[in-house]
């Protein structure tokens, strides 16, 4: 089967820098995205990692580590507006296979 | 260009009655893909579709659930009979032919059993 695992909930502090972080066992793999889902709201596509290393974009980052099975998200000089659910998955053959999303509160 | 449109946004059924969801890709795309969301879990894959054709169903149950992607008009996802599990939001994504994973999702219709 397919498993991907991250934590539950997380809290931090406006301004402070939160590393999300997501382990996978999948029976394949063509890529692992991150998406941001703001509550009631459809998931937002924030990063796209197909080679081990880390891609930044603005105050996002993702990171990839193939051979642990492992990436994190990393978001800085958060703000409120970061509260959210944030989504790991990954590409087997086409369709999306989603961890059951970490869902961060930030608090002043 | 409009994103990914899905309606109706909130539906209220029954038990016994049938839903339709109705989902209408981002221009120029051509494969669209089905999510279910139950509350505080994870989205679920169900169902790939391209332009009358169904790519892969193997998230979909076998029984009640349908879908179709027309030639012309909206990808529909039909539930026959819903029962109260069915509650759930689902979600629609769309991808461009050339990059299937880069799929952009619609904001949802959240489906009421009563």
């Known amino acids: 089967g397919q498993n991907i695992d991250q934590p539950t909930e997380m809290t931090a502090t406006e301004g402070?820098?939160?590393?999300?972080?997501c382990t996978y066992q999948t029976s394949g793999f063509n890529g692992l995205f991150w998406y941001q889902q703001h509550a009631g709201e459809a998931p937002t596509f924030l990063s796209y990692n197909v080679l081990d290393g880390l891609e930044e974009?603005?105050?996002?980052?993702?990171?990839?580590?193939?051979?642990?099975?492992?990436s994190y998200l990393l978001l800085k000089e958060l703000q409120m507006?970061?509260?959210a659910s944030y989504l790991c998955a990954?590409?087997?053959n086409t369709p999306l296979v989603f961890g059951k999303g970490t869902r961060l509160s930030v608090i002043a | 260009n409009a994103g990914v449109?899905?309606?109706?946004?909130?539906?209220?059924?029954?038990?016994?009655?049938?839903?339709?969801?109705?989902c209408s890709p981002m221009k120029g795309h051509s494969h669209v893909y089905w999510y279910r969301q139950l509350p505080e879990e994870g989205l679920k894959f169900m169902v790939y579709l391209?332009?009358?054709n169904i790519i892969d169903e193997s998230g979909m149950p076998k029984?009640?659930?349908?879908?179709?992607?027309?030639?012309?008009?909206?990808?529909i996802l039909r539930i026959q009979q819903v029962v109260r599990g069915d509650s759930a939001a689902y979600f629609c994504a769309s991808s461009p032919p050339t990059s299937p994973y880069e799929q952009y999702f619609g904001p949802g219709t959240r489906l009421t059993v009563t």
């Open chain 1, 16 to 21: 402070a820098i939160v590393q999300i972080n």
């Open chain 1, 81 to 83: 507006k970061d509260s």
């Open chain 2, 5 to 22: 449109m899905q309606n109706p946004r909130h539906l209220v059924r029954r038990r016994g009655q049938e839903a339709r969801l109705r």
């Open chain 1, 57 to 70: 974009k603005g105050r996002f980052s993702s990171f990839l580590s193939r051979s642990k099975g492992y």
């Open chain 2, 50 to 52: 391209q332009k009358e």
């Open chain 2, 63 to 75: 029984e009640r659930f349908s879908a179709e992607f027309p030639k012309e008009g909206p990808s």
């Open chain 1, 90 to 92: 990954v590409t087997i």
